[in-house]
């Protein structure tokens, strides 16, 4: 089993007639970042809600450190409690400030006490530089402060990995770079993340391997480098060649804020 | 006249049948009662709708408090305080001689009663507090119509009178079934007021039969049922009528 | 006059509020089942609760009352005969809500995100914790003005209860003015003002917050 701390092993997946994934398989290792793209309709979303079972796969297993989350004998509650994910439409509690959407989690589900769950809610919240706000509720926060919120609520599981669904896709542009800036730190860290996003700079800066998924199927991988200098597949070239069309000028500003610290 | 009869294989057969003339007379002074205070709720609803949205400040007001009002008092006092109103005048002024107001009157057609206090005090009332009602979903309607309508037919030369009719009475219409539908369908459950004031409707017509059977049980969710039906068919004959006219994006 | 006042306040305005309490407490509880059974259950328990709500909707309250009181009156045999007309009519007007609170729950329930439902169960929430601590929360605020409608309509209804003997205020009426007909419009314009104390500033406050108020609410909840 190695030291994977996530293995996906040939998932499959269909909405009745509709097969959204085919075979998918990758290894995810400690601190590794792995970044996953592709054109919408490939099944990206369905693969990470199926990584916690969320959405069950129809065929294949998915391993946290070398537990199956299909055995009907795990808890799969207790096993996504070690899996954090990030919503591309934030999913805030509504009803909680930000401080309590934080604690939450480690309140309910890990069992801390209330002034246990604090704590380490405002560390979280402190960590993603959204301490100032933890009184505020979701309704008063902008996009990019209800995302780190969510980042942070995240966090505070102490999870082995964390899942980023597009979390800078329903984002203003301006938005986006304080929302990059948190997960690239999180990156440098050495948080295992699995990330499926647009954002080529921030895969560039930090990703340890890429995977291109298209019509449910991994078509191409490798690590950025490769990816940005010589793609192999016609389908990886096409896309990422539209990307940088659309993107163009504000990549390279982008480019300029993430290669900081490269 | 009624068609099919639903089956009860468990009761009594003889215990109901017998007075199936009696229930259908009671059926149809029910569906009456519906009718008549349905167009005159309709018709009073519609100008109180209007001048909520479009009258002048007081004359909103007005219609406004006539409506809060009606909706937070029972129906059952609505109609006591109508129909006892020539019953206490006649106390007050004429305490003891000929009464002032008679209240003995009654128009009959074919030798069945279609008027009398009762029914009319029953009509009035029901007609009044339905009115409340509809012209609240009446007013829901126009209100979701864009006020950019209203501006763009002054715009042409309308005036607010001939914007009113040709252009938001007839949207408004339409967009309203839906919750107008709700109370076309539910109002002949709240005809069963005239039981109050001694009227045969369908429910009186379920006492008066137990009164003599003593099939409570029986003649009461058999009557419940009756109910159930009529308002299932007018709901469902509501719905057809919705999806016929049918106009895109409306 | 001030008598009647007298009598009519301490009399039938505690028996009345007793009726509407105890109709929608019942009627709260059938209700949150059944919008639960409906929108979590299974296809057939699903039916099972659209079929009372259709039925409980379809027949006027005042025949519901008369079946409980007079056709199965029976059913209560464990309690007092004498006691057993306002136990129906206290029934009657409970299961009665209950259809109608399904409706509002159930509107209220589906209008909570599911986005948010997800990121619970992400967390590790089971679904009972999520129901508990992220959905109902949400769900009963957001119900807030259909409820305050409910709570209404039972206060009206509960003057049906008054045809069976339940000592609300319109039977303290018609005692009371039972030798004194003159007095029947007098005490009736007070009887609608107590009524319309009780309800309107409930409604208003709670209710649904639209231009001008008084939102879409009629007699029927139009909710899903």
Redesign the interface.
Known sequence: MSDAVLRVENIWKSFGELEVLKGISFDVAESEVKVIFGPSGSGKSTLLRCINYLDPPDKGDVYLRGVRLGDPDTDINKVRARIGMVFQHFNLFTHLKAIDNVAIGPQKVLGLSKEEARERAMDALRHVKMEKWAEHYPAQLSGGQQQRVGIARALAMSPDVILFDEPTSALDPELIGEVLQVMLDLAQEGTTMIVVTHEMGFAKSVADEMIFIDKGVIVERGTPHHFFTSPESERAQQFLHKLEELYGQSEEKRNTLVDRDA | MMGAEPAFPNFNPLGIEEWLGELAAGFAMTVYLYFVALIGGFVLGLGLALARQYGGRVLSRIATAYIEVIRGTPLLAQLFLIYFVPYSLNAWFTPDGPPLLDVTWSVRIFGVTVLNHAIFSTLLSLGLNSAAYQAEYMRGAMASIGSGQMLAAQSLGFTKRETLRYIIIPQSFRRMIPSWSNEASYLPKYTVVATFVAVEDLFGMAKLIVSRTFLALQTYVFVGALYLALISVIAKALDVIYERTKIPGL | MPTILWILLVRGVPDALQITFFGLAMGFGIGLILALMRVYGTEEMGWVAEAYE??L????????I??FT???SSIFWFVDPIQRPIVGAYVALGIRSGAYQSQIFRGAILSV?E??V?????????GF?TQI??VL??AF?IALPGWSNEY?VVI?????A??VGVFEI?KVVQNVTAN??????PS??I??LI??VF??PV?RYFGKK???A???????V?WA
């Open positions: 259709k039925v909707r379809g027949i006027p309250v005042l025949v519901l008369y079946i007079f056709g199965a995100s986005g948010q997800i990121a619970a169960r992400a967390l590790g929430m089971t914790q601590y992220i929360p949400q605020r209404a009206k209804d509960s003057s049906f008054s045809d319109l004194h007909p003159e007095l029947w419009l009736m314009g009887v609608t009524y319309f309800t309107y409604t639209q231009k001008g008084v939102g879409e609410f009629g007699r029927e139009i």
